[in-house]
Every structure is written in C-alpha cells, then in structure tokens.
C-alpha cells in the first residue's frame, strides 16, 4: 500500500516542482521590445549613459532643424554653421530613464561623428566632429540643470570618424579620424599640449577610395597596451612609448570590419582577476566584404558579413577563430549585457555605411553567449517593427534594458518619400532575463549603497536578496563600464566578473557576498561602473560603484 501511495505522489510532487521551478534562461523567451517615446524630437546618433541614470543623447548639427525647440526662446547663431546660421531647436539631449522623459541640451558646435569618454569623476568629455566643431572639446558634468561646456581648439589635430578610450591614469587618448594618421591626450599637460604621435599602422590600414578604418577598434588591454584594430587587422600598441608590441594577423578573409564596412567588436568579459596572467579575448562581428562601399555608391548593395572573429588578445602564439551568426549584419551595435552575454542588435544586410547605402535592415537582434560551445553560441531573438539603419545606437541600462535610438542615412531630416525615414522614436530591449518567471531568482542588491567609492583591491562585500532557494555555484558579481556608443561602436565598454570568495546566508532570504575589487587602473580605469549580482544567469538591478 505505500509503495503503491509512493508510485502516486512522488510524481504528482515532481509535477507541482517543475511547475514552482522558473524557467532556465535557455528555455525563456527572446526578449520583448517597448516604445518608449513616439518622438525625443533629434537623432540618436551618439549615446552615453551617466552615473545619475540619464542618458545624453547628441545629434549632428547641419542636418537643419530638429523636432524639438530649445527652451525659453534661446537659439543657436553660428555663422560658420553650413545649413542654418540661426537655429532654435535642439541638438543634444538627457533622457531621463527613471521617468521616461527628457531635456534639451545647448551644443554650440557640430558632434557630427565625433567620439568621447567619460573621466572619472563622472564628467562626459565628447571630442571632435565636422567643420567648426572638428577640434572642439565638450564637457556635460551630471546635474540636473547641467549643460554642454564647450573649448575651441580644444584639441591638436581635427578629430571626424575617432576613437577615444580612457586610460589607467584618467585621462583619454583621441585615436584616429578621417585623414589623421595619429593620436593625441585629453585633457592636456604641459607636455602634450599641442602635440600629436604618429601611428603608422592607420597609414597602412587605409584602403584607397573606402578608408575602412575610420572609428577604430580599441580596448585597453589587462598588460597597459592598446588593443588597436581597424580595417581588417590589429596591433597592440604601447601609446607610452609610441611603439608596436605585437602585430595580429589578419583576420581570414581579409574583408575590412571598420567603417565604412562597419562591423561591431567587444572586449569579452574579463575574468578570473585574481590569477597572475588575466586572458582577454576580441569578439569582431559582421561588416562589409572588401569592394562592397564603392559597390554600394553604385547601386549595387553587397550581402554583409555573417562572420564574428574571435581571438585572445593575450596568448603568445594569437589565432582567429571564425564563427557564424544567424545571418549577415552591416552597422550593428554589439552591447555587454550584466551576465556576460553579447547583444547584437541595429543595422542591415546588404550595404554598407554612408548616406543611402544600406538596404534590408535587420530587425531580429541576435544573442551571443561567449561561454557556450562554437556552433551553439547564437540565439535569434524577436524583432523590433522600427529598421535602425546607418546613425543609430544602442547603450545599457542600469535595469537591464537596452536602449535603442536612432536611424538617419539622409544629408538632412527625411520624413516622407524615403525609403528608411529619418528615425526619432526612442525604445528599449528588455532580453528573457527581465521576464517576470525569473523574479524568484533574480538578485535583489541591498547593500552596499549606489555611488559607494571602491578602492583597488579591496575587500567588497555585497548583500543581496533572492526570493527562491540559491545556488551557491551560480552567484557572480560583475562590473560594467558604460559605453560612448556611436557607428556601431561603444567606447570603453568593458565588464569584469568578480568571483566570490565567500558566500553567507544573513537572514531568511538575504545572503552577503565577499569579491575583491579589481587590482589596478589597468583592469579597471578610474571611474564609474554599475555593478550587478547574477544568480542562475539572472542579473539584479546595477547599482554606482566609484573605482578610485
């Protein structure tokens, strides 16, 4: 008789617990897409989120009148401006995430493809762009009244199409542009007031009549060197003492991956930063196959690059090691999310970059998972109803969400009677991991508090809160820098894991976590980072973290 009640209940409870149990993220949805603004009045061309949760948004300057005025009667008189010399709309703005709305920004000078980085005080320092604004230096300090603080002559050389990223001492280096051949220091010294260093390997990158190595691809790599790629091969680069480290070999197939053959690339999530020797590997997706931009001035737009090349940047003996996405990608945006997983999202299959040179805009982002075996490492996700063509962009947010804005490729604001109409809408990507089946696994931090200084090296610890049973072996920590996210390209973006070192249970559903911050500025240049705790894949909500 029991065993014959066992037969019975044991299944029935394996029933009611597979029915208790949340879904793994394997078997969850593939993300859910929400508008959040019919119109925030500009392009959202560049992208920035700062360490007050808003994101400032900039737009070019001579596209002509944008849809949104500046306030109190205030306008833009520059008579070096080459489509309205007297302009009182806006061209920059901070959204504002936790209310879903924004503000407009005063930008004096054209951002038109410029590039930036934020220093480590928090402040947005955004360099460079078209005409009058190609030297310029701007600064946005968080505040909610704050506005654009603007140099002329800021910088040494004209910085269109550059690349910035911050360095362990604070400062940012300005790498490339269109004809510049070099790279500079922001803010300046004595020292390098005016001065500009030579960097060969952009000579030997620019391909006649293409370029396809504007907005290189450069990380700081875990030695102090560059990480600099552009067209379709890289070198590591000590910028101290202007000299080449290591060259890479060329990714097979030669095709370039910078712009205007715009591909994507990602530093992939550094990890184990206790070990001596810390790996890093590059993760460079889609692009244009070689020949495809003069095609597309043609009229004859060429199927993108389905390929992603990945490779450690810090073996002995480097190699590429090709893989394949679902479908071919040309101007997409590849953003970290909190549990090291790859976003690729934006952009279209055939084309390339430039005004009217994209065709078939890919709707279905594509998630990559780096820890997962080739051949299994992409998953399609659902689509969006709005085509993000050539100048638009993608950035985290402090929840989760990816926001996505942006889509121009016309000389000016093209409602009607195009085929890709210029794009104001705002909207967010929400991935599987923010559905609601996952609330009874997902991390809830408690402590410490957001805006807490870190210092290197130091002991962290981290409660937090999960409504269901943990798993001990699934718990991480990760830091995130916030990226400067333009031509399919986020500036700085970087995460870090921090593995646990001890892990306690405090109270009924509350468990306390010790990591140890990163080491050095090497790791993790001063400044600020959201930081997550992730259970079963599932990250919480980031908080402020300072490194300083």
Avoid at 489 to 518: C, D, H, I, W
Wanted: aromatic residues 10%; proline residues 7%; glycine residues 8%.
């Amino acid at each position: 008789m029991i065993a014959s009640l066992s037969l019975h209940i044991i299944p029935l409870l394996i029933f009611h617990i597979l029915l208790l149990a949340p879904p793994s993220p394997a078997e969850a949805g593939n993300g859910q897409w929400q508008l959040l603004q019919e119109s925030i009045g500009i392009v959202g061309m560049h992208m920035q989120l700062l360490h007050n949760d808003r994101v400032v948004i900039l737009d070019r300057t001579d596209f002509g009148f944008s849809n949104l005025s500046l306030p109190n009667g205030r306008c833009r008189n520059n008579p070096n401006e080459m489509v309205v010399k007297t302009d009182c709309t806006a061209h920059s703005i901070e959204y504002d995430v936790a209310v879903n709305k924004f503000r407009s920004l005063f930008v004096q000078t054209n951002v038109w493809c410029s590039s930036g980085s934020v220093s480590p005080d928090g402040t947005l320092v955004q360099t460079g762009g078209f005409n009058d604004g190609d030297r310029a230096v701007r600064a946005l300090t968080p505040c909610r009244t704050c506005d654009w603080r603007e140099v002329n002559n800021g910088l040494s050389a004209r910085r269109w199409y550059a690349t910035n990223h911050i360095l362990p001492d604070g400062r940012q280096i300005i790498i490339g542009g269109r004809r510049q051949f070099n790279y500079e220091f922001y803010p300046k010294t004595q020292t390098t007031a005016k001065n500009t260093y030579s960097l060969p390997f952009l000579v030997q990158t620019n391909d006649a009549l293409a370029e396809n190595n504007l907005y290189p691809f450069v990380f700081l790599n875990v030695d102090g060197n560059l990480f600099i790629f552009a067209n379709n091969r890289a070198i590591l680069f000590d910028y101290n003492k202007n000299r080449v480290v290591t060259t890479y070999p060329q990714i097979p197939g030669g095709d370039p991956r910078c712009y205007p053959s715009t591909g994507s690339a990602v530093l992939l999530p550094l990890k184990n930063l206790l070990e001596s020797n810390v790996e890093a590997e590059v993760l460079i997706c889609g692009g244009a196959p070689r020949g495809a931009f003069p095609d597309s001035l043609s009229g004859r737009f060429t199927r993108a690059l389905k390929t992603c090349a990945r490779i450690k940047i810090t073996d002995p003996k480097p190699s590429w090691v090709m893989e394949t996405m679902p479908g071919g990608r040309v101007m997409s945006d590849m953003v970290l999310l909190p549990n090291g997983d790859v976003l690729i999202v934006n952009g279209a299959s055939l084309g390339t970059a430039g005004w009217e040179l994209g065709r078939n805009p890919v709707l279905n982002p594509f998630l990559y998972k780096p820890s997962n075996r080739i051949g299994s490492r992409f998953e399609l996700q659902n689509p969006s109803s709005i085509p993000r063509m050539y100048h638009s962009s993608a950035v985290l947010l402090r929840d989760g969400r990816v926001l996505v804005a942006g889509s121009n490729p016309h000389t000016y604001y093209n409602f009607t009677n195009v085929m890709f109409p210029t794009e104001l809408r705002l909207e967010a990507f929400s991935p599987s991991y923010l559905e609601p089946g996952f609330s009874n696994v997902r991390p809830t931090i408690v402590s410490p508090s957001s805006q807490t200084k870190v210092k290197y090296g130091e002991t962290l610890k981290v409660g937090f809160e999960v409504i269901a049973s943990l798993n001990k072996d699934s718990v991480s920590v990760t830091m995130l820098a916030p990226p400067f996210a333009t031509h399919s390209f986020s500036m700085n973006q970087r995460l870090l894991v921090l593995e646990p070192q001890n892990l306690s249970k405090v109270g009924e559903s509350t468990y306390e976590v010790e990591v140890t911050a990163p080491g050095s500025s090497v790791l993790a240049p001063p400044g600020f980072y959201l930081l997550f705790v992730v259970h079963r894949e599932i990250p919480s909500h980031g908080i402020w973290v300072r490194m300083v």
